[in-house]
C-alpha cells in the first residue's frame, strides 16, 4: 500500500489503526485543525510506524481531537535490508540533524554511543531528555520523508557493546579518514540483510576504537580526501549506503526506481 503525495500522513499508535475509528489528539489535531484546515469528508493516510499503513476518512474537527474511521488497510513494502547507524555522540543539537537526516535517509536503528573521545557525558536524566527529543524529532522527519516507518532509537551504548552488534551484521563500515581504501558500494552481495556505519564524533574514533572495530568485522573506509564534521560524515556515508541498495533492489527485481527516497521532482521539504 503506497502513500500518495496529495495525502497528509500522520503516525498513531499500532494498536489503534487495529480500530474502525480513533481519534487523533495533541500537536497532530491542532495542525489538522488549524494550519492544514482538512474538514470531516477529507482523507488522510494513517501508520503505525512499523510499516502498518491506513487510509482514514475524517468524522469530525476539534482542537482537542480529530475523528477519524480507518476505510482501507495494509502494509508497506519493508527494506530487505536493516539500516543501522553507529553515531558517536557529538556536543550540542549535532545528534538532531543527524537524527532527522539520516531518517530521510532511510536508516532504520540509530544507536548513539559513549567514544573515547566524545564529549558529552550523559547521566540518566540527561539521556531520557535526550531519547524522547531525537524520538519526537525521527517521528517528525519521517513524516517530511513520507515514509511510514520511523527509525528505532536506542539507549546510548558503550564502544564495547558497540563491538558485540557489530559481529553479528552483515556489512559494518567505519568512514575513517586515515583509511586508504575509497568507499566502494557498487557491488553489493545479494544477501546483505543488515548493514551497520560507525561514525565517530567530534575528534573521531581513537585508533584502538577502530582496531578494536575492525576485529569486530568492520571495515575502514574513505569518504574521500576531504575531513568531514561528524554529522556531515554520517549522512554522507548513509546516503551512499541507501543508493546502494537500492540499485541492489532494483538489479534484482528488475523494476523501475519507485518515487520513495526522491526528491518529489524537486520540491523542498
Known amino acids: 500500500m503506497t502513500v500518495p503525495l496529495n495525502i497528509h500522513l500522520f503516525f498513531v499508535r499500532p494498536e489503534d489503526l487495529a480500530f474502525d475509528e480513533l481519534s487523533i489528539a495533541g500537536t ?3 495542525h489538522i485543525a488549524g494550519p492544514l484546515r ?3 469528508g477529507d482523507q ?3 501508520a503505525d510506524g512499523q510499516g502498518g499503513v491506513g487510509r482514514g476518512l475524517i468524522l469530525a474537527v476539534r482542537r482537542e481531537g480529530v475523528d477519524v474511521r480507518v476505510i482501507e488497510r495494509g502494509h508497506a513494502d519493508l527494506p530487505l535490508c536493516k539500516v543501522l547507524l553507529y553515531q558517536g555522540i557529538p556536543k550540542g543539537a549535532k545528534m538532531d540533524e543527524i537524527v532527522a537526516g539520516a531518517t530521510e535517509l532511510g536508516v532504520d536503528v540509530i544507536v548513539p554511543f559513549q567514544a573515547r573521545r566524545t564529549v558529552v557525558r550523559l547521566d540518566e536524566a540527561w539521556a531520557q531528555h535526550r531519547l524522547a527529543r531525537w524520538r519526537r524529532i525521527a517521528a517528525e522527519s519521517a513524516k517530511v520523508a513520507r ?3 520511523v527509525p528505532e532509537i536506542l539507549e546510548p551504548e558503550s564502544s564495547d557493546q558497540v563491538i558485540e552488534e557489530l559481529a553479528s551484521l552483515d556489512l559494518a563500515l567505519i568512514p575513517w579518514e586515515e583509511s586508504a581504501d575509497l568507499i566502494d558500494l557498487r557491488s553489493l552481495r545479494p544477501d546483505i540483510s543488515s548493514a551497520g556505519l560507525v ?3 567530534e575528534g573521531g574514533l581513537h585508533p584502538e576504537e577502530i582496531q578494536a572495530f ?3 568485522g568492520a571495515k575502514p573506509v574513505s569518504l574521500g580526501p576531504n ?5 556531515t560524515a554520517a549522512l554522507a556515508a548513509l546516503a551512499l549506503l541507501a ?3 537500492e540499485a541492489r533492489t532494483l538489479r534484482q527485481s528488475d523494476r523501475p526506481s519507485p518515487r520513495k527516497g526522491s526528491s518529489e521532482g524537486a520540491r523542498q521539504a
Open 44 to 46: 488522510i493516510m494513517l
Open 243 to 245: 543508493h546502494a541498495l
Open 214 to 216: 575492525a576485529r569486530a
Open 199 to 201: 561514525i565517530g564524533p
Open 28 to 30: 497532530d489535531a491542532r
Open 147 to 149: 515514509r511510514v516507518t
Open 38 to 40: 482538512l474538514q470531516p
Open 227 to 231: 575531513i568531514l564534521r561528524t554529522e
